[in-house]
Every structure is written in structure tokens, then in C-alpha cells.
């Protein structure tokens, strides 16, 4: 009887959903292992990518800083070179020309009438300037002192006639 008893239980509409449930569990069960363990090494993937790519960053970034610091020494070299060029003698004075030369077209770009003043003031520094390499003007200062802000006295005028 109690093998009757306990066929009998099992075969109860009760005790074969009990199993059917517990039959359809143990699947899903299984399923979803079988997906954790999937998505376990996805994640595992996903993370030896990312330290990939960091030491890879990592690297470049490295690599730009070093460039950087490179360019830096650079800078700081020309800059200092060219401070130094600037203050070799005679550059001082070059630079002050092309100053000059500078103002001179923006001058005669802008103020009209200057272009024809400048060419007269230029013709003329011109004969002091030959009068003096030829020894008169220094002369003429040696005998006869003038003031500063005069140019070329009337003299000048005489000694360039009989000098050419």
C-alpha cells in the first residue's frame, strides 16, 4: 500500500505540475548560467580592451608630454638666439634702419607731399655725407663751429660746386 500510496501521489495532477515546474526551473536555471558565464568573459574582453587602450593612451600621452617638453627647449633656444642676434653690434643698427625704411613708405603712403620733401632731404644728406668723405666738412667744423641742429653751412654749397 504504500507503494500504491506514493505511485498514486505522483501521479496526482498536483504532483506532476510540482514536476513540470520544477523541470522548467532547472532549465532556466541552466540557461541563465549558461549567459551569466557568456557575459562573464564579455566583460573579461571588454576589460583587457580598456587597459589596451589606457596603456596605449598612456603611452602617446607620455610621448606628447616628452614632445612638448622638447618644443618648450626648444622655444626657449631660438628666443634666447634670437635676443642674441638681435644685440650683436651693428644688428642694433640694422634693425633701426629697417625701422626707418619702414616709416618711410608708410609716410609716403599716407602724408602727401612727403615723398618730395624726403627725396630733397635725401639728395642732400647725400652731398654732406660725399663732402664729408672727401675731408671738407670736417675741416670746415674744425674752423668754424656751428650750431646743432643746422646742417651743412653756406659753404657747402661752394665746396660742392668746385668738387664737381
Given at each position: 500500500?504504500?507503494?500504491?500510496?506514493?505511485?498514486?501521489?505522483?501521479?496526482?495532477?498536483?504532483?506532476?505540475?510540482?514536476?513540470?515546474?520544477?523541470?522548467?526551473?532547472?532549465?532556466?536555471?541552466?540557461?541563465?548560467?549558461?549567459?551569466?558565464?557568456?557575459?562573464?568573459?564579455?566583460?573579461?574582453?571588454?576589460?583587457?580592451?580598456?587597459?589596451t587602450k589606457l596603456e596605449i593612451e598612456a603611452e602617446s600621452n607620455?610621448?606628447?608630454?616628452?614632445?612638448?617638453?622638447?618644443?618648450?627647449?626648444?622655444?626657449?633656444?631660438?628666443?634666447?638666439?634670437?635676443?642674441?642676434?638681435?644685440?650683436?653690434?651693428?644688428?642694433?643698427?640694422?634693425?633701426?634702419?629697417?625701422?626707418?625704411?619702414?616709416?618711410?613708405?608708410?609716410?609716403?603712403?599716407?602724408?602727401?607731399?612727403?615723398?618730395?620733401?624726403?627725396?630733397?632731404?635725401?639728395?642732400?644728406?647725400?652731398?654732406?655725407?660725399r663732402l664729408m668723405e672727401s675731408g671738407i666738412i670736417p675741416f670746415?667744423?674744425?674752423?668754424?663751429?656751428?650750431?646743432?641742429?643746422?646742417?651743412?653751412?653756406?659753404?657747402?654749397?661752394?665746396?660742392?660746386?668746385?668738387?664737381?
Open positions: 500500500m504504500s507503494d500504491q500510496l506514493s505511485t498514486s501521489f505522483l501521479l496526482k495532477p498536483l504532483a506532476i505540475g510540482l514536476y513540470i515546474g520544477i523541470f522548467i526551473a532547472i532549465i532556466v536555471f541552466i540557461r541563465e548560467k549558461i549567459v551569466q558565464h557568456r557575459l562573464k568573459k564579455e566583460i573579461e574582453k571588454l576589460k583587457a580592451h580598456i587597459q607620455e610621448r606628447r608630454k616628452k614632445e612638448i617638453e622638447e618644443l618648450k627647449k626648444q622655444n626657449e633656444n631660438l628666443r634666447i638666439m634670437l635676443q642674441n642676434y638681435i644685440e650683436k653690434p651693428g644688428r642694433k643698427i640694422l634693425r633701426q634702419l629697417h625701422l626707418y625704411q619702414k616709416a618711410i613708405e608708410i609716410l609716403t603712403v599716407k602724408a602727401p607731399g612727403f615723398a618730395q620733401s624726403w627725396q630733397s632731404a635725401l639728395e642732400e644728406a647725400g652731398r654732406e655725407m670746415i667744423k674744425k674752423i668754424i663751429p656751428w650750431r646743432k641742429g643746422e646742417s651743412v653751412p653756406k659753404i657747402k654749397k661752394d665746396a660742392n660746386k668746385n668738387e664737381m
